[in-house]
């Protein structure tokens, strides 16, 4: 059974610094793409950014310059690193990865969430 176990959340004032992190454990063959998305109180959840297995990133429009996803793959572990924070970006963020159990048949799996508030 595959685990994705998210650490690093939580209350940090406007301008400061988080990282988060994601770990993905259980029965792994290979990990393709690996990434976070967010969802605020009353909205949809949204993509952040999303790193591939050979390191090529995309990130949404509004963390562009401020947001930095990166990957350890002998760890099978996700980051991002998140700088100038503003309240807008107050979520429970999620780590999302698809990773293939057996042989080469990728199923999408999710963390738990961890909850970041950017407040003064």
């Known amino acids: 059974q595959v685990q994705l176990v998210e650490s690093g959340g939580g209350l940090v004032q406007p301008g400061g610094s988080l990282r988060l992190s994601c770990a993905a454990s259980?029965?792994?063959?290979?990990?393709?793409?690996m990434g976070w998305y967010r969802q605020a109180p009353g909205k949809q959840r949204e993509l952040v950014a999303v790193?591939?297995?050979?390191?090529?990133?995309t990130y949404a429009d509004s963390v562009k310059g401020r947001f930095t996803i990166s990957r350890d793959n002998a760890k099978n572990t996700v980051y991002l690193h998140m700088n100038s924070l503003k309240p807008d970006d107050t979520a429970v963020y999620y780590c999302?990865?698809?990773?293939?159990?057996?042989?080469?048949?990728?199923?999408?799996?999710w963390g738990q969430g961890t909850h970041v508030t950017v407040s003064a």
């Open positions: 259980g029965r792994i063959f290979s990990i393709h793409d």
């Open positions: 999302y990865a698809e990773i293939a159990p057996v042989g080469f048949f990728f199923a999408g799996y």
């Open positions: 790193i591939t297995s050979g390191g090529s990133t």
